[in-house]
């Protein structure tokens, strides 16, 4: 089973998230950037926004929904109040594991090529729900008005990956 069916439950801290940097007074903020929970991962992107004009919020990418009116609303209105003129989506290989899923042993190696799939799987359908929350965003917001970047983190490479949201798709980022 998928973590993202608990998602809803958590929906309500996410949009609350959202709606705290919509009534920060911070003097310029030019970022709005909604980032999966991996530490090493918000350290790399914070270190090239300036922590001054960047407001970074930590919401698990499984949580992300949307789709859903209440949390489109509120990542407008973040956006609106802070004046900021774009969002960055970080998304995460990883985001979609079930940390509470124990019918495999977490002891790699022992099955290569059955961690090898379960990995690919496993980022294959972060990718696929980091698209799906990605092109709601653009369908919901004005385009003209704040620019949606999208970057996807392999954990298991440590690398990052640019989302082509014309293409649907991702590169590496160079």
């Known amino acids: 089973m998928s973590i993202l069916a608990d998602a809803p ?6 949009v609350e998230i959202l709606k705290e940097v919509a009534n ?26 300036d922590p001054g004009s960047c407001a970074l919020l930590e919401i698990p990418q ?5 789709k859903s009116e209440q949390m489109a609303t509120a990542l407008e209105e973040a956006i609106n109040e802070s004046g900021a003129k774009n969002v960055l989506f970080v998304g995460h290989s990883s985001a979609c594991d ?8 977490r002891e790699l190696g022992k099955n290569l ?7 690919k ?4 359908e972060a990718k696929e729900h980091f ?4 092109e709601s965003v653009l369908q919901t917001l004005d385009s003209g008005r704040v620019q949606i970047h ?6 298991h490479g440590k690398a990052f990956l640019v989302y082509l949201p014309g293409a649907r798709a991702f590169r590496p980022l160079a």
């Open 24 to 49: 920060r007074k911070v003097a310029k903020t030019e970022w709005v950037v909604i980032a999966h929970g991996d530490q090493e991962m918000k350290q790399r992107v914070s270190q090239v926004l």
């Open 62 to 66: 499984s949580s992300w929904d949307f």
């Open 121 to 124: 799987k496993s980022t294959q």
């Open 113 to 119: 090529l059955a961690d090898l799939q379960s990995v």
């Open 131 to 134: 698209t799906e929350q990605i």
């Open 98 to 105: 079930d940390p509470t899923d124990l019918s495999r042993p």
């Open 9 to 14: 439950s958590q929906n309500l801290r996410h």
């Open 150 to 155: 999208g970057l996807f983190y392999l954990a």
